[in-house]
């Protein structure tokens, strides 16, 4: 009986870090799905991670590297949040989701100054990459006060299969290297992954990498593989 997780682990003393899968279906309401289907798919979400029923906040990604902070007492979240690409909870009190189809999912956990949790939530695509979105989520944590950094990368389609054009590839590859790779069919690719997880350490973040491609595994949903496609989301929250 699949859980509806593709992974789930509590990563700290009482904070848990997950990606959903396609058992737990499309979480998005912009891919045209039925609203209260997506409604009660979020809600039955909620009920497994232990949180309360309406608070687990999403965002209107728009591939930007702009992060918004939300805090306890912002209210219940409504069914899309404000047009950001990561979302940072200064005391974890609210649990983040950043949804996904191909781009990276990026969870981010810091000790806070009263000893408790720090929380974000990113949507890195290659746009919000090169825009530097994670290097803005690690400056905000810092900010905020937050110490001892670390970042759960999830599945995203890898750069066996993420083609790009050879003249994007050399633009973002000028940028970020690590970006570098080519698809298994030999031509020009990026691996997302892999530059998050050099951009991630260059910023003095300890990075865990959660394994899977979403363009050759079923189990996840994939933009390139099936356009028509919803999304699954990344998790962080502190268990209640
Ligand atoms: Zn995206
Ligand atoms: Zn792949």
């Given amino acids: 009986m699949p859980d509806g997780f593709w992974w789930r682990g509590e990563v700290g003393d009482g904070l848990w870090a997950a990606f959903t899968d396609s058992a737990t279906g499309n979480l998005a309401l912009h891919v045209g799905d039925d609203p209260a289907a997506v409604q009660a798919r979020r809600t039955g979400l909620e009920e497994r991670m232990g949180v309360m029923p309406g608070s687990l906040r999403f965002m209107n990604q728009v591939h930007s590297a702009r992060v918004g902070t939300v805090a306890a007492g912002d209210g219940p979240a409504a069914g899309t949040g404000p047009e950001l690409d990561g979302l940072l909870c200064p005391d974890a009190g609210?649990?983040?989701?950043?949804?996904?189809?191909?781009?990276?999912?990026?969870?981010?956990?810091?000790?806070?100054?009263?000893?408790?949790?720090?929380?974000?939530?990113?949507?890195?695509?290659r746009r919000g990459l090169l825009g530097g979105i994670l290097a803005a989520t690690a400056a905000g944590l810092v900010r905020a006060g937050g110490t001892g950094l670390q970042a759960w990368i999830g599945p995203s389609i890898c750069g066996r299969c993420y083609e790009v054009p050879a003249d994007l590839q050399a633009e973002a590859c000028a940028q970020l290297p690590a970006l570098r790779s080519?698809?298994?069919?030999?031509?020009?690719?990026?691996?997302?992954?892999?530059?998050?997880?050099?951009?991630?350490?260059?910023?003095?973040?300890?990075?865990?990498?959660?394994?899977?491609?979403?363009?050759?595994?079923p189990e996840l949903f994939s933009y390139r593989r099936d356009p028509g496609c919803g999304r699954f989301a990344g998790l962080i929250w502190a268990a209640a």
Avoid: K
């Fill in 94 to 125: 609210i649990p983040l989701a950043v949804m996904v189809a191909d781009c990276l999912p990026v969870l981010f956990a810091a000790e806070a100054p009263d000893g408790g949790w720090m929380t974000a939530a990113v949507h890195a695509g």
């Fill in 182 to 217: 080519e698809t298994s069919w030999g031509t020009p690719a990026l691996d997302l992954a892999a530059g998050a997880a050099a951009a991630l350490e260059e910023l003095a973040v300890r990075v865990h990498r959660v394994p899977g491609c979403t363009r050759e595994t």
